[in-house]
């Protein structure tokens, strides 16, 4: 059999295109993924944290509210809706975050888990995509008109630490799973500058009262950073900004794009207070503070062992600690099977040595138009801008390519999602509503 579509990978920016593909389409759909069974970053599923984004920006909510998939369906389903309602917040846990994916995932049927991709490739009829099945460890193969790279992140470690990965020293991804073992060390540091890094700092300082160990925070950042979510700023993730990002050219992009890194890459203030809440009151009642921040400072390199080599950047001071564990929460980079390279890079279009031309639509440009169109919803910064992999926009990205597979308007594209003007280009007045 042919598929029209398969997805390759599960997080959910393809769980949200399974989900709408299989209530608004015909289409035949498949969606493969290595893990046994739905789960979204389980190593970072702690306690008292919340999604980033409103629970609005569920699977389906933004492209079709009366779904059966959305969050609030998800809640009356399962009895939860009163007690949500008592809640009254938007940014919902992580936990029921994840709770909600996995219930869609158990109503979906094109799912298939247990499969690794292990190679796709452009023939004359369409797609060939082999896999591995991991329960039988045997191979199989499918056919698809379109496919769809759903294979998000994995850690971005620099490669002089990588080589120490090891026991104590692993990437924050993993942080759930070694958190009992952490607890009998008697130093534990965690690197990184982001919400992943003041998350595992805040969830070591919970479980420290207990404990004798000390915990280190060693970041670059010479203060801080908050992240930014003012409402002129949201507008950044919005359709219209990131339509208005990918027309510019490759340069005009690269530029803008570290402008809008804070955008995306700060603290949530919540966390930040809860830190320092959490430092001030041990400061009062114990003789020492068993945590520190340590600001400005890189890890250069790690010795053998666990000494870690590092560098004050202003000072420009270098010097060494001892510590017994690594918790390397140094950023996500997106992860691009070998084989895309090996079977794709010749045949599609590149705007620089690293990132590959994609079209509105998200579909690669091919340098030899094809019927048969290849998706990526990982890798996306360079062309559509640092909100187009946001959650906030996922079921939008999701519209235009369903849109673009069955050749139909099946969801309409809101126009006017921005109260600010972003191109001179295309400039509309904002017409009284009432
Ligand atoms: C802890 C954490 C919290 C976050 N919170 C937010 C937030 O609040 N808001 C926000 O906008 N973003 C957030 N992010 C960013 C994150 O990128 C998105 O949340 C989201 O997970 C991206 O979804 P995805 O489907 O693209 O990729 P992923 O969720 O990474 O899923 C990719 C899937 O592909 C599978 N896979 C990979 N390779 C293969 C293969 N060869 N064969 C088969 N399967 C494969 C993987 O097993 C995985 O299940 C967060 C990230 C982290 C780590």
């Given at each position: 059999m042919k598929y029209d579509v398969i997805g390759i990978g599960l997080g959910p920016a393809n769980l949200g295109l399974a989900a709408l593909l299989q209530e608004s389409t015909d289409k035949k759909t498949l969606f493969l993924e290595m893990k046994d069974t739905f789960s979204w970053h389980p190593g970072l599923l702690l306690e008292d944290t919340t999604l980033q984004v409103p629970f609005m920006a569920d699977l389906v909510t933004m492209a079709?509210?009366?779904?059966?998939?959305s969050f609030l369906n998800y809640l009356k389903e399962t009895g939860k809706l009163f007690l949500f309602f008592s809640y009254?917040?938007?940014?919902?846990?992580r936990i029921e975050y994840n709770a909600y994916l996995s219930w869609v995932s158990s109503q979906l049927k094109n799912i298939r888990f247990?499969?690794?991709?292990k190679n796709v490739e452009l023939q004359e009829e369409g797609y060939v995509v082999t896999i591995v099945d991991l329960v039988t460890n045997t191979e199989k193969t499918f056919y698809s008109e379109h496919v769809v790279l759903g294979t998000g992140q994995r850690p971005n470690t620099p490669v002089t630490l990588q080589e120490h990965w090891k026991n104590q020293i692993f990437p924050a991804l993993q942080y759930a799973f070694k958190r009992d073992d952490l607890m009998e060390l008697n130093h534990i540091s965690v690197v990184g500058s982001g919400q992943s890094a003041a998350e595992i700092f805040l969830d070591l300082l919970n479980h420290q009262k207990n404990h004798e160990f000390t915990v280190e925070w060693i970041t670059r950042s010479p203060a801080l950073r908050e992240l930014e979510t003012t409402k002129f700023r949201l507008e950044m993730f919005t359709p219209e900004y990131v339509q208005y990002f990918e027309k510019l050219p490759y340069e005009k992009r690269q530029k803008g794009l570290s402008y809008f890194y804070q955008l995306r890459n700060g603290i949530n203030p919540v966390t930040l207070d809860e830190i320092y809440r959490k430092l001030y009151h041990r400061s009062l009642v114990e003789n020492e503070v068993k945590a520190s921040i340590r600001l400005h400072t890189e890890l250069m390199s790690i010795d053998d062992g666990y000494s870690l080599n590092l560098?004050?950047?202003?000072?420009?001071h270098t010097y060494s600690i001892d510590t017994d564990a690594v918790v390397l929460a140094t950023g996500l980079e997106p992860n691009i099977p070998d084989w895309f390279y090996h079977n794709f890079e010749h045949l599609i279009e590149w705007e620089s040595s690293q990132h590959f031309k994609i079209n509105k639509n998200y579909s690669l440009s091919f340098k030899k138009p094809t019927a048969y169109n290849f998706f990526v919803l990982t890798d996306l910064d360079h062309s559509h801008?640092?909100?187009?992999?946001n959650l906030k926009l996922s079921v939008f990205r999701n519209q235009l390519i369903i849109n673009a597979i069955t050749n139909e308007e099946i969801f309409k594209i809101e126009k006017n999602t921005s109260l600010q003007t972003f191109s001179s280009l295309n400039y509309r007045s904002l017409e009284p509503t009432l």
């Amino acid at each position: 059999m042919k598929y029209d579509v398969i997805g390759i990978g599960l997080g959910p920016a393809n769980l949200g295109l399974a989900a709408l593909l299989q209530e608004s389409t015909d289409k035949k759909t498949l969606f493969l993924e290595m893990k046994d069974t739905f789960s979204w970053h389980p190593g970072l599923l702690l306690e008292d944290t919340t999604l980033q984004v409103p629970f609005m920006a569920d699977l389906v909510t933004m492209a079709n509210p009366k779904s059966e998939y959305s969050f609030l369906n998800y809640l009356k389903e399962t009895g939860k809706l009163f007690l949500f309602f008592s809640y009254n917040e938007f940014q919902i846990p992580r936990i029921e975050y994840n709770a909600y994916l996995s219930w869609v995932s158990s109503q979906l049927k094109n799912i298939r888990f247990n499969s690794y991709v292990k190679n796709v490739e452009l023939q004359e009829e369409g797609y060939v995509v082999t896999i591995v099945d991991l329960v039988t460890n045997t191979e199989k193969t499918f056919y698809s008109e379109h496919v769809v790279l759903g294979t998000g992140q994995r850690p971005n470690t620099p490669v002089t630490l990588q080589e120490h990965w090891k026991n104590q020293i692993f990437p924050a991804l993993q942080y759930a799973f070694k958190r009992d073992d952490l607890m009998e060390l008697n130093h534990i540091s965690v690197v990184g500058s982001g919400q992943s890094a003041a998350e595992i700092f805040l969830d070591l300082l919970n479980h420290q009262k207990n404990h004798e160990f000390t915990v280190e925070w060693i970041t670059r950042s010479p203060a801080l950073r908050e992240l930014e979510t003012t409402k002129f700023r949201l507008e950044m993730f919005t359709p219209e900004y990131v339509q208005y990002f990918e027309k510019l050219p490759y340069e005009k992009r690269q530029k803008g794009l570290s402008y809008f890194y804070q955008l995306r890459n700060g603290i949530n203030p919540v966390t930040l207070d809860e830190i320092y809440r959490k430092l001030y009151h041990r400061s009062l009642v114990e003789n020492e503070v068993k945590a520190s921040i340590r600001l400005h400072t890189e890890l250069m390199s790690i010795d053998d062992g666990y000494s870690l080599n590092l560098k004050h950047l202003e000072e420009e001071h270098t010097y060494s600690i001892d510590t017994d564990a690594v918790v390397l929460a140094t950023g996500l980079e997106p992860n691009i099977p070998d084989w895309f390279y090996h079977n794709f890079e010749h045949l599609i279009e590149w705007e620089s040595s690293q990132h590959f031309k994609i079209n509105k639509n998200y579909s690669l440009s091919f340098k030899k138009p094809t019927a048969y169109n290849f998706f990526v919803l990982t890798d996306l910064d360079h062309s559509h801008g640092t909100a187009s992999t946001n959650l906030k926009l996922s079921v939008f990205r999701n519209q235009l390519i369903i849109n673009a597979i069955t050749n139909e308007e099946i969801f309409k594209i809101e126009k006017n999602t921005s109260l600010q003007t972003f191109s001179s280009l295309n400039y509309r007045s904002l017409e009284p509503t009432l």
